[in-house]
């Protein structure tokens, strides 16, 4: 696996070529002499067809993803993406519909979009939904941006502050900042649980919101939940919901019912469409009636002359779109042909699989692996990587011997206020032998942590790069081939390797 591939440019020489084309045998007709280019082409490489699919091939098979590998990653809801649901999104009526062909050509897309509205409202609990965010973070900002034009509307533009526990996924502060509030945090208690007592001291006339995810970042129910509402709505502001662990609580609880105003559901978690480098994503956005008029448009209803019939609309004090059209489509596509396909009952089915997968993983690593809160987790759980026994180990060494283990790793040193946090998320979609397998190398990673700590130290073993200087990857990013820097980087490895 760790053999030496050169990158693909390094392969190419003049005049190799990957296709057939057959002799030119009609008169060819030139370009006018403005669409030409001027100056030659340089820097494609030149390559035979097997050379480029054997590159691409390697590539792929280089990536750890849900079709091949376990993917605990928590918070990300790394559950399987169906195949059906790809087949249906490549129906040529979805795949190659434009655009721009306007409401009367596009009613099975229509028909199909007001359904998923619908759908995801009764989920909820909420009165109305945008499918238009591309994603968790913009479902945020789509929410923010709504709480503000609520508040101006009713001639209370001074509350300027958004309250945010300090569990939250760090796109909720930044969410707030680029929206211009100024970000209050709130204390978490010892259970878990936002502190009421730091709540009801953070709260004021300035107060435009609270976001809030629950279950929470550290896997647990938000118990307190009514009352926080209740606090915050008596102080004038309005309850955002961070959806993205919705996936413990379908057919269980309606975020809507609890006293939540706003929410954005990750369809690309929850919903199960394709993740990260599989697809883009889709942030829709669910919220009350109070807030339903500034909802970002087009949104899509059933014509009122003609309840056969779909159109698009945009509500009347709408706060502007937030994405080309009606957003990511095609996901939208997948994300309905999911809870069609699984229902009402099949969806809480989906939630209680997924607790259930997650308290027995904690059930069977909390004695080797510390609880972060003493409690029953809700579909992910969050550990401590401090093995007893085993004081120069880290989370990161844990995660990194993973990987050798066929693992993708957990979560690692998220929620912040956890040290060295290991999170886990089964998902529903996996096997009591998958758990298991996962179980017991976790088990000897610990085993082996306090006899040959080194092994973890030095892991991952077994990859194509060893360990990565990540905050370097992420701040100096090499995006571009450069054949000297890339001899040089080669050079560097095979030095230390030596
Ligand atoms: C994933 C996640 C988000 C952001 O969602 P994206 O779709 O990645 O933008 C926000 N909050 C929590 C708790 C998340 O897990």
Redesign the pocket.
């Known amino acids: 696996m760790s053999t030496y591939e050169p990158p693909i440019f390094e392969y190419s020489a003049p005049g190799k070529i990957g296709v057939n084309l057959p002799a030119l045998d009609v008169p060819p007709t030139g370009l006018p002499a403005e669409l030409l280019r001027s100056d030659a082409l340089s820097a494609l490489p030149e390559l035979t067809e097997p050379e480029v699919i054997r590159h691409f091939t390697r590539l792929s098979q280089r990536n750890m993803c849900i079709d091949t590998t376990f993917y605990p990653l928590g918070?990300?809801?790394m559950k399987w993406n169906p195949k059906l649901h790809e087949e249906v999104a490549r129906l040529p009526g979805f795949a190659n519909a434009h655009p721009l062909q306007g409401d009367a050509l596009s009613q099975g897309a229509l028909a199909l979009m007001e359904d998923l509205q619908g759908l995801l409202a009764e989920i909820s609990g909420f009165d109305a939904v945008s499918l238009q965010p591309a994603?968790?973070?913009?479902?945020?900002l789509t929410g923010i941006l709504v709480f503000r034009a609520y508040h101006q509307d009713r001639g209370e533009s001074q509350r300027n502050e958004i309250l945010v526990p300090d569990s939250?996924?760090g796109?909720?502060p930044a969410t707030a900042a680029i929206a211009g509030y100024t970000v209050v945090e709130v204390t978490s208690d010892a259970d878990g649980n936002v502190d009421l007592d730091d709540l009801r001291a953070k709260l004021s006339p300035r107060t435009a919101g609270l976001m809030l995810?629950n279950p929470n970042?550290i896997g647990l129910f938000e118990q307190h939940v009514r009352e926080i509402a209740r606090l915050v709505h008596d102080a004038g502001g309005l309850v955002y919901g961070?959806g993205?662990?919705f996936n413990a609580i379908l057919g269980i609880v309606k975020p809507g019912d609890v006293g939540f105003d706003f929410m954005?559901y990750?369809l690309?978690?929850t919903f199960t469409t394709p993740h990260g480098g599989g697809g883009p994503?889709s942030?829709a956005v669910g919220c009350t009636a109070a807030l339903a008029p500034f909802l970002p448009g087009p949104r899509v209803r059933r014509c009122a002359d003609d309840p056969a019939r779909f159109e698009s609309f945009v509500p009347e004090k709408s706060i502007g779109r937030m994405k080309t059209f009606h957003g990511n489509f095609g996901m939208l596509v997948r994300a309905w042909t999911y809870i069609r396909t699984l229902g009402a009952a099949g969806l809480r089915d989906v939630s209680e699989t997924a607790v259930l997968n997650a308290n027995y993983v904690q059930a069977r690593l909390r004695h080797v692996y510390p609880l972060a809160v003493d409690r029953l987790c809700m579909h992910e759980t969050v550990l401590r990587g401090q093995i007893a026994g085993a004081p120069g180990i880290r989370t990161l060494d844990i995660a990194k011997r993973l990987i050798d283990h066929g693992f993708h790793p957990p979560t690692v040193y998220f929620p912040l206020i956890v040290a060295e946090a290991l999170m886990i998320e089964p998902t529903e979609t996996e096997s009591k032998r998958t758990l298991d397998a996962f179980i017991e190398a976790m088990l000897a990673i610990a085993e082996e942590a306090r006899h040959d700590p080194l092994a973890l130290h030095e892991a991952p073993h077994d990859t194509p790069v060893r360990r990565l200087d990540e905050v370097r990857a992420a701040r100096q990013p090499v995006l571009r081939y450069d054949a000297a820097a890339f001899a040089r980087l080669r050079e560097a490895a095979l030095a230390e390797v030596r």
């Open positions: 918070s990300c809801t994603a968790g973070a913009q479902g945020e939250a996924h796109t909720n995810t970042t961070d993205a662990n954005h990750n690309h978690k994503g942030g």
